[in-house]
Structures are given as structure tokens and as C-alpha cells.
């Protein structure tokens, strides 16, 4: 069964960076589309970002386009999400997860998620 780890999180101060990883574990990522999802306190599950398993393509919520960037390596199993020029309001705990799907879609079930790791922004 596909497993998902998430590392790379961590406090920085508004306008820094950080990269997100997301390692698959007991299964191979290619036949999967990878979204990256993030939580804040009180607030519902946002969709920030996927990268599709049929050709790579991406796509990212509005409120993360031009600051965010997801990559995939098949060959490492791994899905990063590049952070950059951060907010506060990008504060949350950060998931990925796995479809089947071969497109990235809002209405694609994703089957496998990993426990998520912690992103803060403040100075």
C-alpha cells in the first residue's frame, strides 16, 4: 500500500522560502497525480497545488500562483513544493496526497495521505 511523508516544514519569517517533500513509500508515484492540501487553525482544507501523473502538468489555488512551484521526480518517489515569498496567511500544516487520477481535478478522491508537517510564517 502507498505510504506518504511529508518533511521540509518549519517557522520562517514573511518573504522567506522553504521546500516542501513528499517521499512515497511501499509503491511507486508514476501512475499517481500528487496534490499538495494545507490546514490552518479554524479553518477548512485548502487544495494549493497538484501535479498531474500524465504529463507532469500543474496546477496551484489562486491565492499561492506565483509564489508556489511543484515539481515531481518519479525516480525519487518524491513531490516537492517549492514556498517562496511567504505570508503569514500560508501558516498551516501542510499534506499530500495521491489519486489515481491521471488529471488534476477538485473532484479527483484521493486515496492516500500522509501525516503533514508544520509550516509557520512570522517574524
Known amino acids: 500500500q502507498l505510504q506518504l511523508v511529508e518533511s521540509g516544514g518549519g517557522l520562517v519569517q514573511p518573504g522567506g522560502s522553504l521546500r516542501l517533500s513528499c517521499v512515497a513509500a511501499?509503491?511507486?508515484?508514476?501512475?499517481?497525480?500528487i496534490a499538495w492540501f494545507r490546514q490552518a487553525p479554524g479553518k477548512e482544507r485548502e487544495e494549493v497545488s497538484c501535479?498531474?501523473?500524465?504529463?507532469?502538468?500543474?496546477k496551484y489555488s489562486d491565492s499561492v500562483k506565483g509564489r508556489f512551484t511543484i515539481s515531481r521526480d518519479n525516480a525519487k518517489k518524491t513531490v516537492y513544493l517549492q514556498l517562496s515569498r511567504m505570508k503569514p496567511e500560508d501558516t498551516g500544516v501542510y499534506y499530500c496526497?495521491?489519486?489515481?487520477?491521471?488529471?488534476?481535478?477538485?473532484?479527483?478522491?484521493?486515496?492516500?495521505w500522509g501525516q503533514g508537517t508544520q509550516v509557520t510564517v512570522s517574524s
Open positions: 496526497a495521491a489519486t489515481g487520477a491521471v488529471w488534476c481535478s477538485p473532484y479527483a478522491p484521493y486515496d492516500y
Open positions: 511501499g509503491g511507486t508515484l508514476d501512475y499517481y497525480s
Open positions: 501535479v498531474s501523473s500524465s504529463d507532469s502538468s500543474s
